[in-house]
């Protein structure tokens, strides 16, 4: 799983390294000072270390909590994210990840006590409701059979009501959450792209029945769920059904068919579609790691610093994609992120 582990000098002796190195006694382990060392060094290739990536076990230092950006969630109660890790198992080509980082190993911030602390008293600080984002710089179920995360940080929202966290994911590593009793403020939102953007473009992610199926035993268990339609890129030469080619609203319409016919829209929590927006000196990093990818020759224009992919009658489209949710969802179950 992981080429090496590397585990801070200050982490090192707690209960939950300890707990976590135990499960892998055949990888190196490998003490640093901290794990900037290692992570942020100069001359590393973000597309040769996703190969055989290393775990790095650290503490995270300073704002554990943060500002959720503009336009990212389904509220418009406060908004924030936390970062327990940092990078995804996964290898999905758009993801803005290979341009934000030098390395592709994983950092796993082991202090969740400090994040709690931190939650608890962003929560205390808000005078209403409130929307905490895990996911964000990470899948967070996906490492979670070595993580923990869910039987950490679940019991920590539910002592507070008023906040919904939302835990965003293409994994099917679920059985932590089914082990455990659904709360009511906790949603688990999955990422969905058609089978053709899928097999291009998500390396290493679960096939899509497979992701259906793991939301599906999530809604049955009484978790409240939600569909992320997300990152949309048109254009009909990248969705392929056999040798024949189909256009964006066709492939969307078989995927809407299919995660409907096995997740009840009925009880879904919230339902997104979003663009490809990539922040610019991302996307600069990302070409030059992959100069010879189809999906960035494609046309650009950027907005506000982000770049996306020029489309014909982006609006027009965009409408005709949502009239075929409408099919399925209510309107007020969907939102456009921006």
Not at 8 to 35: G, H, M, N, W
Not at 158 to 174: F, G
Request: charged share 25%; glycine share 4%; proline share 5%.
């Amino acid at each position: 799983m992981f080429s090496a582990i590397y585990i801070e000098e200050e982490v090192a002796d707690t209960a939950r390294v300890e707990s976590i190195l135990q499960k892998f006694p055949d990888i190196p382990q490998i003490r640093c000072e901290r794990y900037a060392e290692i992570f942020n060094r100069k001359a590393q290739n973000f597309r040769l270390q996703k190969r055989a990536p290393a775990l790095i076990l650290a503490k995270k230092y300073g704002k554990l909590v943060l500002p959720a950006p503009a336009g990212y969630g389904f509220d418009a109660s406060a908004s924030y994210y936390f970062s327990h890790m940092l990078n995804c198992v996964y290898d999905c080509r758009y993801c803005f990840l290979q341009g934000m980082y030098r390395s592709a190993n994983y950092v796993l911030f082991t202090n969740y006590e400090d994040f709690g602390a931190a939650i608890d008293d962003v929560i205390a600080q808000s005078s209403g409701s409130s929307v905490f984002y895990s996911g964000y710089d990470c899948d967070s179920l996906a490492l979670d059979p070595v993580s923990n995360f869910c039987r950490f940080f679940i019991p920590e929202f539910s002592r507070h009501p008023q906040a919904t966290l939302e835990v965003r994911t293409k994994s099917t590593q679920i059985r932590h959450l089914l082990e455990m009793q659904p709360i009511p403020n906790c949603v688990i939102a999955m990422s969905f792209t058609p089978e053709g953007a899928a097999a291009r473009w998500e390396h290493k992610v679960p096939a899509i029945g497979k992701r259906i199926e793991a939301l599906g035993k999530l809604q049955k268990a009484g978790w409240k769920v939600a569909l992320r339609f997300e990152p949309i890129i048109f254009g009909s030469e990248i969705f392929e059904a056999g040798a024949k080619a189909i256009d964006t609203l066709a492939a969307y319409r078989q995927l809407f068919i299919e995660v409907f016919e096995k997740i009840d829209p009925s009880t879904v929590h919230s339902v997104s579609t979003g663009l490809f927006r990539v922040p610019l000196s991302y996307y600069k990093n990302i070409v030059k790691l992959y100069p010879d990818e189809a999906l960035f020759a494609r046309q650009t224009e950027t907005r506000q610093g982000l770049v996306l992919f020029s489309i014909d009658r982006e609006s027009e489209q965009l409408e005709a994609l949502e009239k075929l949710l409408f099919g399925f969802i209510n309107r007020q179950q969907y939102y456009r992120c921006a």
